[in-house]
């Protein structure tokens, strides 16, 4: 298998509170892992690429003093959304890659489900 | 630019078969996955193309073609578990995911 958790899988926060979303690969070491976002009948957005050790790239427009993300270890990332306001509610969706072997496939989590109010 | 065009929903009747079509623009291009999405869950994996053909896999194949810029799904069989969304996903030059926003497939009894 190649199995990714994530932790919550739902959320209910106030605004102006942080929320900690954390992504992990149960049975392989993720090299790389990524960060998605989906409103209700939209497609998914990249968030952010991260790699074990490094800096995440952000895509345009994702502010990453608001979307921190951590990568510490080969089996976890971390997704903070700091200072949350109701146009944060979304789905949060965690996948990670091992780039040995190929073709890059990514494992996706089962998603987080993030409410403001 | 970047591009995925699919429809954006199709029906289909349980036990018949249906393609879903996608035509994609990409920088580069490292293979083409399709994925399937179930409403409020995470997206799944269903196969990865990467050289021109068909690859069959059960009651699910996928096929490319490069030079068109063209993959389908093609879904045998259909059950009504198969009402889900399918997001074709071309791999970049950066080994990136282009994800496009899916077509929707409704299954009657």
């Known amino acids: 298998g190649a199995v990714v958790s994530q932790h919550p899988s739902w959320v209910i926060c106030k605004s102006g509170t942080s929320v900690k979303i954390e992504c992990r690969s149960l049975?392989?070491?993720?090299?790389?892992m990524f960060w998605y976002r989906q409103f209700p009948k939209q497609s998914l957005m990249l968030m952010a690429t991260?790699?074990?050790?490094?800096?995440?790239?952000?895509e345009q427009g994702v502010e990453k003093d608001k979307f921190l993300i951590n990568h510490a270890s080969l089996t976890l990332s971390t997704l903070t959304v700091t200072s949350a306001h109701p146009e944060d509610s979304s789905f949060y969706i965690c996948?990670?890659?091992?780039?040995?072997?190929?073709?890059?496939?990514?494992?996706f989590g089962p998603g987080t489900r993030l409410t403001v109010t | 630019g970047q591009n995925i065009d699919q429809p954006t929903e199709m029906t289909a009747t349980e036990g018949a078969i249906v393609q879903i079509n996608c035509t994609y623009q990409?920088?580069?291009?490292?293979?083409l996955f399709w994925y399937q999405q179930h409403a409020g869950e995470a997206p799944t994996f269903l196969s990865y193309?990467?050289l021109d053909g068909l690859e069959e896999k059960g009651r699910f194949s996928s096929f490319l073609s490069r030079s068109k810029g063209y993959s389908y799904l093609l879904l045998k069989e259909l059950q009504m578990k198969d009402s889900a969304s399918y997001l074709c996903?071309?791999?970049?030059?950066?080994?990136?995911?282009?994800w496009g926003a899916g077509t929707k497939l409704i299954i009657k009894p």
């Open positions: 996903a071309p791999l970049d030059s950066n080994y990136q995911l282009i």
């Open positions: 996948s990670a890659s091992r780039l040995a072997g190929g073709p890059y496939e990514q494992y």
């Open positions: 990409t920088s580069g291009f490292n293979g």
């Open positions: 991260s790699n074990e050790g490094s800096k995440a790239t952000y």
């Open positions: 193309n990467v």
């Open positions: 049975d392989f070491q993720a090299t790389t």
